[in-house]
């Protein structure tokens, strides 16, 4: 006997009601974004946006023999203008865009959590071998997410005709 699917067996996109799409604001990332914001549409969901700084000390092993604030608040101000434009672009309203500062998976996961996101977007680069081992972006997203991950495949490898520009 087949047991009864809780919610009539509707699993389908229109179950997303918050769509989070993370981004590192590369030009890459737009066709993710494209992605995230098709979706999100077809759905009738909501669409935020996240962008973590990374912390300088984090990225060089935190043992920097010198004062990075200043170095820190040029980056800030630049991903702040960065992600305005990015969100912009895609229609992301201003209250829908999250800068945080730290290590991505780890902010993407406490921003998909407080904002009850129901989707998380994430670029993928699918590495392989030593990359593969200590973890891409995406993969970190995924271990550990408290809610869907869509990984979008995005990098040299996919050919102009692939994309929906
Ligand atoms: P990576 O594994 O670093 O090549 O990144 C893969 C994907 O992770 C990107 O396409 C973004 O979706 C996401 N990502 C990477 N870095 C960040 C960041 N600093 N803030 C938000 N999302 C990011």
Redesign the pocket.
């Known amino acids: 006997m087949v047991a009864p699917i809780p919610n009539g067996g509707n699993t389908g996109m229109a179950d997303y009601r918050r769509v989070l799409l993370?981004?590192?604001l590369t030009e890459?990332?737009r066709r993710?974004a494209r992605r995230a914001r098709a979706l999100a549409a077809s759905a009738g969901a909501e669409l935020h946006i996240?962008?973590?700084?990374?912390p300088l000390s984090l990225a060089y092993g935190g043992d920097v023999p010198m004062d990075l604030s200043s170095v820190q608040d040029q980056i800030h101000e630049q991903a702040c203008a960065h992600l305005a434009d990015f969100a912009e672009d895609f229609g992301v309203p201003e209250g829908h865009r999250h800068l945080v500062f730290g290590r991505?998976e780890s902010?993407?996961h406490r921003i998909a959590e407080s904002e009850a996101m129901d989707l998380i977007v994430?670029?993928?680069?699918g590495r392989h071998g030593l990359a593969l081992l200590l973890g891409?972006?995406?993969n970190g997203?995924l271990h550990g997410a408290s809610c869907d991950v869509l990984a979008v495949r995005?990098g040299r490898d996919i050919a102009p005709e692939d994309d929906d520009a």
């Open positions: 993370a981004v590192d890459e990332c993710v996240v962008h973590a700084i990374e991505p902010e993407i994430v670029g993928s680069h891409s972006t995406a997203v995005v």
